[in-house]
Every structure is written in structure tokens, then in C-alpha cells.
């Protein structure tokens, strides 16, 4: 009688290791689907990012664009002037950087 109670011993053991490798398996797979979850959320984190990034370059380039033509109409209005405000801001500029030697 004795060896018949090793015997469900060493099954009991067995369905253990049984259970350990079911749950290894399980958590193999909730692995691989948070990963794949992640990857799908990170690409649509990414396309709405670049979305927004996009919609900015448009606005800074229509800004810079309505800029542009505003010193066009500055410079078209008063030439003299625009010419006279570059001249001072050349030698401005000259002066701060020939301090630096």
C-alpha cells in the first residue's frame, strides 16, 4: 500500500509542473498580445503626432509667406527708409561682432 500512494505522489508532482507550464505558456501569450497592443497604440500615438506636426509646418509656412510679403509691400512703400534701417542694422551687427576678437 505503500508504493500506491507514491504513485499519486509523483502525478501530483507531474500535473504541477503541468500547471506551471500551462501558466508559462499563458503568460507567454499576454506577452505577446501587450506587445502587439502597444505596437498598435505607439503607430497611432505616431500618425496623430505627425498629424499635429504637419498642420504646424502649414501654419508656419503660411505665416512665414504673409511675413514675406509684408517687407515686400514695406520695402516696395518706402525704399529709402528699408535701405537706410539695413545700413544701421550692418553695422550694428559689425560692431558686436568685432568685439568678439
Known sequence: MADSKKVPE????????DHIREDLDSLKNNVF???RHMKKDGSAQ???VRDALKGKMDDLQSTGREQFKNL???VKAKPGQ???MAFAAGLVASMFLGRRR
Do not use: G, N
Open 10 to 17: 509523483t502525478k501530483k508532482s507531474y500535473t504541477e509542473i
Open 33 to 35: 498580445e501587450l506587445t
Open 46 to 48: 505616431v500618425m496623430h
Open 72 to 74: 515686400e509691400r514695406q
Open 82 to 84: 528699408t535701405l537706410a
